[in-house]
């Protein structure tokens, strides 16, 4: 019989193992309760639910002009499948929207990243070398109480997706080599690749 209350789908969560982090999001948000909620059962696969992101302590951004264009973040993972929650750590590369309507994530690749340093690819081709993916996307809106918040989603790589949100990337037609001295890391190998190879 399907739950019908709040509190006996939360406890199904408790019985299925769900993450003290992913538990208290679930909480909070109607929206993402009813997405949990609704992966309950017989599950092809994996879902995605949930990444909550941070940032690298002592890693600089990327690209910074009075605040963080492009960088490399951290995010943990939550995902369910038919038997249990399942929960990673990877890090991923963040872009901002012109206008910072949205933030769009893409794993990060370690080689990638120093072909975009070389100036070999643009931002959005090294956001496009991971469409083998699911991208994460949030989108800040104004909530029923007036505050602003982000609502997430996860998006695979279509002709509508480059268009809309790629292509809108800050600074995402240019090369590394392109940008203003200010907005760029004198020594991107040193002070990234090497410090993200300890993170690996």
């Known amino acids: 019989m399907k739950p019908k209350s709040k509190e006996e789908i939360i406890g199904i969560l408790?019985?299925?193992?769900?993450?003290?982090?992913?538990?208290?999001?679930?909480?909070?948000?109607?929206?993402l309760f009813d997405r949990v909620a609704n992966s309950l059962g017989n599950i092809p696969g994996?879902?995605?639910?949930l990444v909550i992101f941070k940032k690298i302590p002592k890693l600089p951004d990327i690209i910074n002009s009075e605040g963080g264009i492009f960088e490399i973040v951290e995010g943990i993972s939550f995902s369910i499948s038919s038997k249990?929650?399942?929960?990673?750590?990877?890090?991923?590369?963040?872009?901002?929207?012109?206008g910072g309507k949205c933030r769009v994530y893409a794993k990060f690749n370690h080689q990638s990243l120093e072909?975009?340093?070389q100036g070999r690819i643009t931002l959005i081709e090294l956001f496009l070398?991971?469409?083998?993916?699911?991208?994460v996307v949030e989108t800040r809106r104004r909530n029923e109480k007036g505050s602003t918040g982000y609502k997430q989603d996860f998006v695979f790589y279509d002709d509508d997706f480059?268009?809309?949100?790629?292509?809108?990337?800050?600074?995402?037609?240019?090369?590394?080599f392109q940008l203003p001295e200010g907005m760029?890391?004198?020594?991107?190998?040193?002070?990234?690749?090497?410090?993200?190879?300890?993170?690996?």
């Not at 070398?129 to 991208?135: A, I, S």
């Not at 760029?184 to 690996?200: A, H, Q, S, W, Y």
């Open 14 to 31: 408790k019985q299925k193992g769900i993450p003290e982090p992913l538990l208290k999001k679930v909480k909070k948000s109607p929206e």
């Open 184 to 200: 760029r890391i004198d020594n991107p190998g040193e002070d990234v690749l090497d410090f993200l190879k300890t993170r690996l």
């Open 162 to 176: 480059e268009w809309l949100l790629l292509s809108k990337i800050q600074c995402g037609s240019d090369y590394y």
């Open 115 to 117: 072909l975009y340093f």
């Open 129 to 135: 070398l991971r469409m083998d993916e699911p991208y």
């Open 46 to 49: 994996e879902k995605p639910l």
């Open 84 to 98: 249990k929650f399942i929960t990673r750590k990877n890090l991923f590369n963040k872009g901002i929207t012109r």
